[in-house]
């Protein structure tokens, strides 16, 4: 069984930063792609940033230069570090691991979902 376990989020000023992080623990023997989503109010998941294991990264217009997106192999763990954050980043951020190899399986596993508020 894998489990994903995020956290980092909560309330900043605009302009300030944080950081999320999300762990996967289980038996697993390879990690495709570890990414963020988000979702605010009345609004449509989409995707913030992702990073394959082969390291291509993909990243919402409206993040870059801003946010990046660091996995570690070792610990199945994948971080956002979120600069410059302003009001329209606030919505719950969910991480979501793709072709999650548990055996000769493979699985995708979304996280519960932290919240991040940026208001003054």
């Known amino acids: 069984q894998v489990q994903l376990v995020e956290s980092g989020g909560g309330m900043v000023q605009p302009g300030g930063s944080l950081i999320l992080s999300c762990a996967a623990s289980?038996?697993?023997?390879?990690?495709?792609?570890m990414g963020w989503y988000r979702q605010a109010p009345g609004k449509q998941r989409e995707l913030v940033a992702t990073?394959?294991?082969?390291?291509?990264?993909d990243y919402n217009d409206s993040v870059k230069g801003r946010f990046t997106i660091v996995r570690d192999n070792i610990k199945n763990t994948v971080y956002l570090q979120m600069n410059s954050l302003k009001p329209e980043d606030t919505a719950v951020y969910y991480c979501?691991?793709?072709?999650?190899?548990?055996?000769?399986?493979?699985?995708?596993?979304w996280g519960q979902g932290t919240q991040v508020t940026v208001s003054s």
């Open positions: 979501f691991f793709e072709g999650v190899r548990v055996g000769t399986e493979e699985y995708d596993y």
């Open positions: 289980g038996s697993i023997f390879s990690i495709y792609s």
């Open positions: 990073r394959t294991s082969g390291g291509i990264t």
